[in-house]
């Protein structure tokens, strides 16, 4: 009974203390306090790192005069780059201070960083790659923001490149995040002319120097239309013979990654070109014997 009433007065007497802490004026002032010093860093940082990040692209945005080139797609990678350095360091900066504000002991918090950072850096390695291999990438310019490039698997525009992983939006929308070390092989589609090389077939009976003349006076035309064309395409004559057709082959020279939609063009017109000009295009031909009349009977497809 004794032992009992003990515990009831040692369970009375935690809860009124416990009650009083609660109740008391320093805790009040405290949180009150606190509250206004959290609201007013975390207003600050928004604010701090929202105008920083106005002021940089201004920076940049005067320096930028001229149309997209090598110079304006290095300048656009920075940008991104010192824009996501301020908010790191701004943020970082806001949680040190938040928890200064809470009186929790922030010199403690990063000499007990500090040695665990030890402890766990042979597992940081991986992350220390891509922070050394994202500075390299910048500072040699391998690629850049707006570039078309092919990383391992990964291919299309690149939107963005941190010092920890680069981000490449693919040609259907999917979007690739890739850490820098994981990248060892680039292919950097824009950063020199685009060739095409349009491969067409006519019939092996067709007359290749009329066809030729056709197309070479159709190619001279094309730079008046095609401003993406850095000079008149070529036809580099004939690519392969089989036994019913015959390739030829044109190329053409333009600016990065253009080379697609002037391929597209120039099939379609020196298709209807040869059709004008009565040069045949090939098709499957097959031949049927007539047991009754003993000859053979050229059939089509």
Not at 30 to 46: C, G, M, N, R
Request: zero cysteines; glycine letters at 8%; a neutral charge.
């Amino acid at each position: 009974m004794e032992e009992a009433k003990t515990d009831l007065s040692w369970i009375h007497k935690k809860s009124t203390e416990i009650w009083d802490f609660l109740t008391s004026e320093e805790l009040w002032d405290f949180i009150l306090v606190a509250s206004l010093k959290i609201i007013a860093i975390v207003i600050t940082s928004y604010l701090v790192v929202f105008i920083g990040k106005k002021f940089i692209a201004k920076v940049f945005l005067l320096r930028i005069r001229s149309p997209l080139n090598h110079s304006e797609r290095r300048q656009k990678t920075i940008l991104k780059l010192l824009q996501s350095v301020l908010s790191y360091l701004v943020y970082f900066s806001a949680i040190m201070g938040i928890l200064s504000s809470l009186h929790i002991q922030v010199a403690g918090l990063l000499a007990g960083a500090g040695i665990a950072g030890l402890a766990i850096g042979f597992g940081a390695q991986s992350l220390v790659k891509d922070v050394i291999t994202g500075f390299f990438i910048i500072f040699e310019d391998q690629f850049g923001i707006g570039d078309y490039i092919r990383v391992n698997a990964a291919e299309g525009t690149v939107v963005e490149i941190g010092l920890r992983t680069t981000k490449i939006k693919g040609v259907t929308g999917e979007q690739f995040i890739i850490p820098n070390g994981a990248i060892t092989d680039v292919t950097n589609f824009s950063i020199n002319n685009s060739k095409a090389m349009i491969d067409l077939q006519v019939a092996f009976d067709a007359d290749i120097e009329k066809a030729e003349k056709v197309i070479n006076q159709y190619l001279s035309t094309l730079p008046e239309v095609h401003p993406e064309l850095v000079s008149p395409p070529t036809f580099l004559g004939v690519q392969n013979i089989t036994g019913t057709e015959v390739t030829i082959r044109i190329m053409a020279e333009t600016l990065p990654l253009q080379q697609y939609a002037v391929a597209r063009t120039i099939r379609r017109d020196v298709k209807d070109l040869l059709e004008k000009n009565g040069i045949p295009i090939p098709y499957p031909k097959m031949m049927l014997y007539d047991r009754v009349m003993g000859r053979e009977v050229e059939g089509g497809e």
